[in-house]
């Protein structure tokens, strides 16, 4: 069982930055971020694969927000920049993930939430 703790969400007007970080129990194979904005379903945002590093981002993030790991640690952070309102989210991390990391059905473990709300 892997235990995640999330923190780093915010309010936080458009252009701004956030960092998110997330720390795990236990060493996985993959560590990732979704959100899921009011009404709508959990959507990829990033992720990254322990063994060697490779990171994946969603189309609309991709430029803006970097993942990035410190493995020692077991964490992962997630920097947001030139935020939107449309970023406005519960962001999740996961952890776990063997295939598709975009697929939030391929994690197995999953953090609290932390509330990201971007004013314009």
């Known amino acids: 069982q892997v235990q995640l703790v999330e923190s780093g969400g915010g309010l936080v007007q458009a252009g701004d930055s956030l960092r998110l970080s997330c720390a795990a129990s236990?060493?996985?194979?993959?560590m990732g971020w979704f959100r899921q904005a009011p009404g709508k379903e959990r959507e990829f945002v990033a992720a990254?694969?322990?063994?060697?590093?490779?990171?994946y981002y969603a189309d609309d993030v991709t430029g803006r927000f970097t993942i990035s790991r410190d493995t020692y640690k077991n964490a992962v952070y997630l920097q947001m920049n030139s935020l939107k309102p449309e970023d406005t989210a519960v962001y999740y991390c996961?952890?776990?993930?063997?295939?598709?990391?975009?697929?939030?059905?391929?994690?197995?473990?999953w953090g609290q939430g932390t509330q990201v709300t971007v004013y314009s």
């Open positions: 996961a952890a776990g993930g063997w295939g598709n990391l975009k697929n939030p059905y391929e994690f197995d473990y």
């Open positions: 236990h060493n996985t194979y993959a």
């Open positions: 990254m694969r322990w063994s060697d590093g490779s990171s």
